[in-house]
């Protein structure tokens, strides 16, 4: 599991590094006691991931499994969780199409093996409308509580839920009260720990719209950022964002989304995905739908238009309209099997040849053509090089990569350095770290008898390259060094 996607990924990275300063000092690397967001890069990080993150370091030693445990847990239990839902909402065989389906699509497979904070959107978005739905139907006071609990949680995981969770909420909960499937008192009981949970996010916007000052407390920070992302969303994106359904099903240009060759979901699960829409599409007009059915389409539209607003959307930025896609995808697939039986076998054949050559390109191909990519950078590599430069010299290490990798968080996680050694120790221009204690991240103009280490080869300099330096090679992170 640790192992592929090969390397840690830069906000991974910034991710890890706030859990091991938690777990072992109590603050994050900028001292802050229990963020409600956590600054990172500058313009911010989800939290629930880096809690999580830090529980399990309590238990496990640091390693790229050990990071990415989270998002295999919560994306298991959602996936159990939604199967044993669609099993007592729909029988056995829509429960069997889900595991299916999660068992060999790309999308899946590949969010769930890494520890992008924003990917748990997904998983707990799934367990929380599992929740909300059985509330509805159970009409049972701890059931609305619960589901309050849940979609306050989801709300730390990807800050475009602030705009989803409470206009799909609104909708579902008028409609509820209007067809009198719900009372206030429900309304109330979901409403209250919901309210609790979203306060010190509502707080911390407050803070970066520069409406009330930053709060500090013995156990909660709420800090402001260095720069603000509110600007993301326009209803100007609309136009430029034509080419969703192409991201969503195909490709967003990141190698970690997605694949060309094979899609998020493989092509052949659009055919169903339309056809499970538009049964669903045609119940809800001829007023025989389910409860079930009308929230998963409440929930794909409202998903679908706030990310139409999103300037830039992605696969991982989008990754909650997945939830309502697999949805359509197992009311497709399950109205062709109940037509003929015989479809059943087929599908299986299909989607199974699929995923054979998809597993194959992705465990053997894949490592090969992306190892030190642009994104991730491999620890146990540069621990070496790390290791080796500071045997060569005992002055200043440089650690150079592209500018948007912010080389200072791999080397501060690979030292495990205290983030009060950080922030003592720490020079910062505009939002980039130039300088940590012996490690520079800026090459300077003169670069005679400089140790430097290179996480990408391509950056290093002509002049270094013709000069008199002992080269060492660590899996592609290369180390330079005088020679004696």
């Given at each position: 599991m640790g192992?592929?996607?090969?390397?840690?990924?830069?906000?991974?990275?910034?991710?890890?590094y706030?859990?091991?300063?938690?777990?072992n000092?109590?603050?994050?690397?900028?001292?802050?006691i229990?963020?409600?967001y956590?600054?990172?890069?500058?313009?911010?990080?989800?939290?629930?991931?880096?809690?999580?993150?830090?529980?399990?370091?309590?238990f496990?030693?640091?390693?790229?499994?050990?990071?990415?445990?989270?998002?295999?847990?919560?994306?298991l239990?959602s996936?159990?969780v939604?199967?044993?839902f669609?099993?007592?909402?729909?029988?056995?065989?829509?429960?069997?199409?889900?595991?299916?389906?999660?068992?060999?699509?790309p999308?899946s497979?590949?969010h769930s093996?890494?520890?992008?904070?924003?990917?748990?959107f997904?998983?707990?978005?799934?367990l929380s409308?599992?929740?909300?739905?059985?509330?509805?139907?159970?009409?049972?006071?701890?059931?609305?509580?619960?589901?309050?609990?849940?979609?306050?949680?989801?709300?730390?995981?990807?800050?475009?839920?602030?705009l989803?969770?409470?206009?799909?909420?609104?909708?579902?909960?008028?409609?509820g009260?209007?067809k009198k499937?719900?009372k206030?008192?429900?309304?109330?009981?979901?409403?209250?720990?919901?309210?609790f949970?979203?306060?010190?996010?509502?707080?911390?916007?407050?803070?970066?719209?520069?409406?009330?000052?930053?709060?500090?407390?013995?156990?909660?920070?709420?800090q402001?950022?260095?720069?603000?992302?509110?600007?993301?969303?326009?209803l100007?994106?609309i136009?430029?964002?034509l080419?969703?359904?192409?991201?969503l099903?195909?490709?967003?240009?990141?190698?970690?989304?997605?694949?060309?060759?094979?899609?998020?979901?493989?092509g052949?699960?659009?055919?169903?995905?339309?056809?499970?829409?538009?049964?669903?599409?045609?119940?809800?007009f001829?007023?025989?739908?389910?409860?079930?059915?009308?929230?998963?389409?409440?929930?794909?539209?409202?998903?679908?238009?706030?990310?139409?607003?999103?300037?830039?959307?992605?696969?991982?930025r989008?990754?909650?309209?997945?939830?309502?896609?697999?949805?359509?995808?197992?009311?497709?697939?399950?109205?062709f099997?109940h037509k003929?039986?015989?479809?059943?076998?087929?599908v299986?054949?299909?989607?199974?040849?699929?995923?054979?050559?998809?597993?194959?390109?992705y465990?053997?191909?894949y490592?090969?053509?992306?190892?030190?990519?642009?994104?991730?950078?491999?620890?146990?590599?540069?621990?070496e090089?790390?290791?080796?430069?500071?045997?060569?010299?005992?002055?200043?290490?440089?650690?150079?990569?592209?500018?948007?990798?912010?080389?200072?968080?791999?080397?501060?996680l690979?030292?495990?350095?205290?983030p009060?050694?950080?922030?003592k120790t720490?020079?910062?221009?505009g939002?980039?770290?130039?300088?940590?204690?012996?490690?520079?991240?800026?090459?300077?103009?003169?670069?005679?008898?400089?140790?430097?280490?290179?996480?990408?080869?391509?950056?290093?300099?002509?002049e270094?390259?013709?000069?008199?330096?002992?080269?060492?090679?660590?899996?592609?992170i290369?180390v330079?060094?005088?020679?004696?």
């Amino acid at each position: 599991m640790g192992e592929i996607p090969y390397g840690i990924h830069v906000d991974e990275a910034g991710m890890a590094y706030d859990a091991y300063s938690l777990k072992n000092f109590g603050v994050d690397r900028y001292l802050a006691i229990n963020p409600v967001y956590f600054i990172n890069f500058g313009g911010g990080q989800n939290a629930l991931y880096t809690y999580l993150t830090s529980i399990v370091l309590h238990f496990l030693p640091f390693s790229s499994f050990s990071i990415r445990l989270p998002a295999v847990i919560l994306s298991l239990l959602s996936i159990f969780v939604f199967s044993y839902f669609l099993k007592k909402e729909k029988g056995e065989l829509s429960s069997l199409i889900s595991l299916f389906l999660f068992c060999v699509l790309p999308f899946s497979i590949m969010h769930s093996r890494w520890g992008l904070e924003s990917y748990l959107f997904f998983p707990m978005l799934l367990l929380s409308i599992c929740f909300y739905l059985w509330a509805f139907q159970k009409k049972k006071i701890f059931y609305f509580i619960f589901s309050g609990i849940l979609f306050g949680l989801t709300l730390y995981t990807y800050a475009i839920s602030y705009l989803i969770i409470p206009l799909f909420l609104g909708i579902t909960l008028v409609y509820g009260l209007w067809k009198k499937k719900v009372k206030w008192t429900h309304v109330i009981a979901l409403s209250i720990p919901l309210f609790f949970l979203a306060l010190p996010l509502m707080l911390m916007l407050a803070v970066n719209k520069h409406i009330i000052s930053e709060i500090r407390l013995p156990f909660l920070s709420i800090q402001e950022m260095w720069w603000y992302r509110g600007g993301e969303f326009s209803l100007k994106n609309i136009f430029h964002n034509l080419n969703i359904f192409s991201i969503l099903f195909w490709k967003d240009g990141l190698i970690y989304n997605s694949f060309p060759t094979y899609g998020t979901l493989y092509g052949v699960s659009i055919v169903f995905f339309v056809y499970g829409m538009y049964l669903v599409l045609k119940k809800c007009f001829q007023k025989s739908s389910t409860l079930t059915e009308q929230f998963f389409l409440v929930l794909f539209i409202v998903i679908f238009l706030v990310v139409m607003t999103l300037d830039g959307p992605n696969i991982n930025r989008a990754n909650a309209i997945y939830v309502p896609i697999i949805y359509f995808i197992v009311v497709g697939i399950n109205s062709f099997i109940h037509k003929n039986k015989f479809f059943g076998m087929m599908v299986c054949i299909i989607y199974s040849i699929l995923f054979s050559s998809f597993i194959s390109y992705y465990f053997q191909e894949y490592p090969k053509e992306y190892t030190n990519n642009f994104f991730f950078v491999s620890h146990e590599e540069l621990k070496e090089a790390l290791s080796f430069a500071k045997e060569k010299t005992e002055g200043v290490i440089y650690v150079i990569d592209e500018s948007y990798n912010q080389p200072y968080i791999y080397t501060i996680l690979m030292e495990q350095m205290s983030p009060y050694e950080f922030h003592k120790t720490s020079e910062i221009k505009g939002d980039a770290v130039t300088k940590v204690g012996r490690y520079e991240f800026i090459l300077p103009e003169n670069l005679n008898s400089i140790t430097a280490i290179f996480l990408k080869p391509h950056l290093v300099p002509e002049e270094m390259k013709e000069g008199s330096y002992e080269v060492r090679d660590f899996g592609g992170i290369v180390v330079y060094s005088p020679s004696l």
